[in-house]
């Protein structure tokens, strides 16, 4: 560890020296809640686990279904994103490299994948000589990975109040998006997560070029005993995911239908690019299963279900969208303009393309944890599927109307 220095408390320049001015836009950010961790927080752990294992979900009392809920599809108390369906489900960086690492203290690595393994346990920590500044992490996407619309950030070293306070925790961070300059992110000198909104979505560049995001240290709040400057985590959220249940039979472009987990690559789906173009192939590139507890259970008067997360966004026969999170369905680029309610009536199309019509008569929770599948399909083609019948969203709609 480098200790502090009387020089090292300093004011710190906006620029490098040599470095030429540059347009930034400032960014501030949302605070989340800071990490809970420790021998109570183990305990609790452990009993929800113990109830998963040993009782059925709709057996449990209101009181533990929620602590079984709340820790049901993680592995353990420093896991920050766990296996539910999320941003996740389908996104993610390739790479993450550090310009310097720290060298290891005994059992302990400090390398720059440390500031995306999702836990709270690791920390990234530079090792530069001062404090860090100009020290930074590269993070890279695939062309097709989900466009970015929030960064995530714990700043320090937050597995412990000691080990945050004895070393250095970032000021500002300045944000590079393919070699160009495009943020300052302003952090606040706390453990608690803290959410930056940008102000539009990155990636699926085009010319199947990668997204590559840098993240340098401009300035730092230094600690109380190593200069060292750590971030435990940078992660994201975003576009382009939403997730349908293990066994929604999916339509394929000859007709059949095949439960969504038994999809496979190089399959081709019945799709519409949007309401406007005829009916064509998409070849399926990807599918992958995640976890969920707030599932949404959906009958229809014809006997049919279908079991989806609550952004999940479905078409109705007067040719409005609809789901149960407006908000978050819009973000994915549908008009959804209200949530969906029983009495309304949804679009499908039968074996033969013909239009039809399904009145919903009941929604539900989904009581038990409910494993959920997303695709990804060749071309980053979003559009409309048929799920079950029904017209449902997949990925993010180019062109809604």
Known sequence: MKYLSGLSILCYLL???????????????????SPKLGTEVQREFERA?????????????????????????????YDIVGDG?????????DTVTASSALAP??????????????????????GAAGQGEGEYLEYRFHPESPRITHIKV?????????????????????????????????????RAEQVFALPEP???????????LRFEIESVYPGERYEDTAITEIFFD???????????????????????????????????ASLRSRPGPAAVSEVRAFTHSNCLILTFADGRTLTATAAHPFLLADGRWVSADPGRSRIYGYPVQRAYREGDTFAGRNGEGAPTAHRLVRIA?????????????????????????LLSGMGHQQAPD
Not at 117 to 123: P, V
Not at 369 to 386: A, P, S, V, Y
Request: aromatic share 8%; with cysteine.
């Open 15 to 33: 620029f490098p020296a040599g470095g030429k001015a540059q347009s930034w836009t400032d960014l501030y950010p949302t605070l989340g809640e």
């Open 85 to 93: 369906c999320s941003w996740y489900c389908a996104g993610g960086p």
């Open 238 to 272: 975003g576009l382009d995911v939403h997730c349908l249940a293990e066994g929604t039979p999916i339509r394929l472009a000859d007709g059949r239908e095949k439960p969504i987990e038994q999809l496979e690559p190089g399959d081709s789906v019945w799709h519409l």
């Open 154 to 190: 714990y700043n320090g070293y937050v597995k412990s109040e000691k080990a945050w306070r004895a070393n250095s925790r970032v000021k500002v961070l300045r944000l590079h998006v393919n070699g160009k300059p495009l943020a300052r992110m302003h952090l606040t000198d706390t």
């Open 365 to 389: 929770p989904a009581l038990q944890h409910r494993t959920t599948l997303t695709l990804r399909l060749r071309q980053d083609e979003g559009g409309i599927i048929l799920a079950n019948g």
């Open 49 to 77: 686990k113990h109830l998963l294992e040993t009782r059925a979900f709709d057996d449990l009392s209101a009181a533990e279904r929620e602590l079984a809920g709340r820790w049901e599809t993680f592995a353990g108390i």
């Open 105 to 126: 203290q005994g059992k302990n690595t400090y390398e720059g994948y440390h500031a995306h393994d999702l836990s709270l346990r690791y920390a990234w920590v530079e």
């Open 202 to 212: 990155l990636g699926r560049l085009g010319n199947r070029q990668d997204l590559r």
